[in-house]
């Protein structure tokens, strides 16, 4: 069974997150909510408050994949985070899948994963970090990183990451379920 570690921190984008974990649930990954300052009520940027499954020093490292909801403080916390920054260059480093969404792409770039050769982000955040390589799409795919814009394209993004994890016709499926195709 595929695995994934999902980074929650104060002030996180409700929507991204819960459409991620909810579709790789559905797809059979092991997910697991991980709250940056541990394992108790993490609060995200419309007041709702998310319960963590492990804090972070407690979390399992070797996974399928790395994912970052967005939200810009809880994008700027993962981002600050010399723990996260660590984890996702071991991450790339090994070649497995690491996924960003909204402003949390800032997070790839402090740690040095951004991809130089296409990513997306919630518009306005590449002033942020850079606007080389950014493309206008719901989701790029490059390498082992995939990075979407935000809340309206979190299915999109939740998709893919299943098609990566778990086989394009196992995301085909899912997609139907949810009555949200999966798009090419």
């Not at 996974?63 to 660590?86: C, F, K, T, W």
Request: aromatic letters at 4%.
């Amino acid at each position: 069974m595929p695995s994934a570690l999902v980074l929650l921190a104060e002030g996180f984008e409700e929507i991204e997150t819960a459409a991620i974990v909810d579709v790789l649930r559905r797809a059979e990954v092991e997910v697991v909510l991980v709250g940056l300052e541990g394992d108790h009520p993490v609060t995200g940027s419309r007041e709702m408050v998310f319960v963590p499954d492990v804090g972070f020093d407690d979390s399992h490292r070797n996974v399928d994949a790395v994912v970052l909801p967005g939200g810009s403080q809880g994008a700027e916390r993962l981002a600050g985070d010399a723990r996260v920054r660590a984890l996702l260059r071991d991450q790339t480093d090994s070649g497995r899948l690491v996924a960003a969404i909204c402003a949390a792409p800032i997070a790839l770039d402090e740690a040095g994963v951004l991809p130089e050769n296409g990513f997306t982000c919630y518009p306005g955040v590449e002033a942020r970090i850079r606007t080389q390589g950014r493309q206008h799409a719901k989701v790029v795919e490059s390498g082992s990183i995939i990075t979407s814009q935000g809340p309206g394209t979190a299915l999109d993004f939740a998709l893919t990451l299943v098609a990566h994890l778990c086989g394009r016709a196992r995301a085909v499926e899912v997609g139907r379920d949810l009555l949200h195709p999966l798009r090419d």
